[in-house]
């Protein structure tokens, strides 16, 4: 079988931020090769510690709303897991069996069947932007909405159900607290992202990116982040949702047609694939860049991130010499020429032919070509 089609993301880095199904997400993406480096930002908080949804389902019982929108499976069936584990299970089934449900996509529709209710209304594109739509073409002025909030909330669709003339509710069934061992995790995953270190980070939820920007904050390295975004590094979203975050901050995610996990991977491949691989011709042979890995007529070595960012600065100017100050400032560990020779004379010994980084004497650097 052919090695590159068996593992196309072979040396490619990648970040994951989640908690929930992270074992699934890293699993698929190791198998097909890549290094992945795991720091979830958020994780569910459990249902036994959630008082305001307990709350929040004995003022939606209490108001018996018109009309339910259900906007994820998963919310779904841990809001009637939790409603069961309070003693409001009964109770809320009468409230979902008079009113009229609508649900944002297949999975949140197999959810409300598989709990013994039926829907009126899907959405088309699995939008709530949709849902939205359909159920304010039906005509609510006067009726009470329910939303099932799915861990960030919407409220440009909650107010447009306002304006429409519906009094509102609204039910979280999962909210975001911060992993115990999240902290030096999640400051290992920004700093490979600013130094290089990582071609890709993918994300399954919206408080996700907004508490990523909050860690970036808050270690000084917001700006560098967006940067690094805005140039080497690909975000990659599951779907609409989660990737307004990233939209907002100026970012161009990745995001699939359909908005399912699979299908984010899928697309991952696709682009680090087709755009991934930097191929140039050197004195030495064809040589190419596929994320940390460098192959030179056969033989292949994996370079660290600062070893990385100097040679594909070598590679990209095709041969051109590159002063010595230019090369020293993107060093992380000091400027100066010792600490340059020193990182040329890594980068040399990691490469699979030392000769194909030239000296030229006083001026500086440049590729063997």
Same mark, same amino acid.
């Given at each position: 079988?052919?090695?590159?089609?068996?593992?196309?993301?072979?040396?490619?880095?990648i970040?994951?931020?989640?908690?929930?199904?992270?074992?699934?997400?890293i699993?698929?993406?190791?198998?097909?090769?890549?290094?992945?480096l795991?720091?979830?930002?958020?994780k569910i908080?459990?249902?036994?510690?959630?008082?305001?949804l307990?709350?929040?389902?004995?003022a939606l019982?209490?108001?018996?709303?018109?009309?339910m929108?259900?906007?994820?499976a998963?919310?779904m069936?841990?809001?009637?897991?939790?409603?069961?584990a309070?003693?409001?299970?009964?109770?809320?089934?009468?409230?979902?069996e008079?009113?009229s449900?609508h649900?944002? %996509?297949?999975?949140?529709?197999?959810?409300?069947?598989?709990? %013994?209710?039926?829907?009126?209304?899907?959405?088309p594109?699995e939008?709530?932007?949709?849902?939205?739509?359909?159920v304010?073409?039906?005509?609510i002025?006067?009726?009470?909405?329910?939303v099932?909030l799915?861990?960030?909330?919407d409220l440009?669709?909650?107010?447009?159900?306002?304006s429409a003339?519906?009094?509102?509710?609204?039910?979280?069934?999962?909210?975001?607290v911060?992993?115990?061992?999240?902290?030096?995790r999640?400051?290992r995953?920004?700093?490979?992202?600013?130094?290089?270190g990582?071609?890709?980070v993918?994300?399954t939820?919206?408080?996700a990116?907004?508490?990523l920007w909050?860690?970036?904050?808050?270690?000084?390295?917001?700006?560098?982040?967006?940067?690094?975004f805005?140039?080497?590094?690909?975000a990659?979203?599951?779907?609409?949702?989660t990737?307004q975050?990233l939209?907002d901050?100026?970012?161009?995610?990745?995001?699939?047609?359909?908005?399912?996990?699979?299908?984010?991977?899928?697309?991952?491949?696709?682009?680090?694939?087709?755009? %991934?691989?930097?191929?140039?011709?050197?004195a030495?042979?064809?040589?190419s860049?596929?994320?940390n890995?460098?192959e030179?007529d056969g033989?292949?070595?994996e370079?660290?991130a600062?070893?990385?960012?100097?040679?594909r600065v070598l590679?990209?100017?095709?041969?051109?010499?590159?002063?010595r100050?230019?090369?020293?400032?993107?060093?992380?560990?000091?400027?100066?020429?010792?600490a340059?020779?020193?990182?040329v004379?890594?980068?040399?010994?990691?490469l699979?032919d030392?000769k194909?980084?030239a000296?030229v004497?006083?001026?500086?650097?440049?590729l063997n070509?």
């Amino acid at each position: 079988m052919n090695a590159a089609a068996d593992q196309p993301l072979a040396g490619f880095r990648i970040g994951v931020t989640s908690d929930r199904r992270s074992a699934d997400l890293i699993d698929a993406l190791e198998r097909r090769g890549a290094t992945v480096l795991h720091a979830p930002v958020l994780k569910i908080a459990p249902v036994a510690e959630d008082a305001e949804l307990v709350a929040e389902t004995e003022a939606l019982i209490a108001a018996r709303p018109d009309v339910m929108l259900v906007t994820t499976a998963y919310g779904m069936r841990r809001w009637i897991e939790a409603a069961d584990a309070h003693g409001l299970g009964e109770q809320l089934a009468d409230v979902l069996e008079s009113a009229s449900i609508h649900v944002r %996509g297949p999975k949140a529709r197999g959810a409300v069947r598989a709990a %013994g209710f039926t829907d009126d209304g899907i959405s088309p594109d699995e939008r709530t932007t949709t849902l939205v739509d359909n159920v304010i073409a039906r005509g609510i002025a006067g009726r009470t909405v329910a939303v099932q909030l799915h861990g960030y909330a919407d409220l440009e669709g909650l107010e447009r159900l306002r304006s429409a003339g519906a009094a509102v509710l609204t039910v979280s069934p999962y909210r975001w607290v911060a992993p115990p061992d999240s902290e030096e995790r999640v400051d290992r995953l920004l700093e490979a992202a600013c130094t290089g270190g990582l071609d890709v980070v993918t994300f399954t939820s919206a408080p996700a990116v907004d508490a990523l920007w909050s860690a970036a904050q808050k270690s000084g390295r917001y700006w560098r982040l967006m940067e690094a975004f805005q140039t080497h590094l690909t975000a990659a979203a599951v779907g609409t949702v989660t990737a307004q975050p990233l939209v907002d901050a100026g970012i161009e995610p990745l995001i699939p047609d359909r908005f399912r996990m699979g299908a984010m991977i899928r697309l991952v491949v696709e682009h680090l694939s087709g755009r %991934g691989t930097h191929r140039f011709e050197t004195a030495l042979g064809p040589c190419s860049v596929r994320g940390n890995a460098v192959e030179l007529d056969g033989a292949r070595t994996e370079l660290t991130a600062s070893q990385l960012a100097l040679f594909r600065v070598l590679a990209d100017a095709q041969g051109a010499v590159l002063p010595r100050a230019e090369l020293a400032g993107l060093l992380c560990d000091g400027q100066g020429d010792h600490a340059l020779d020193m990182a040329v004379s890594r980068l040399r010994q990691a490469l699979p032919d030392a000769k194909l980084v030239a000296t030229v004497i006083k001026r500086g650097y440049r590729l063997n070509v």
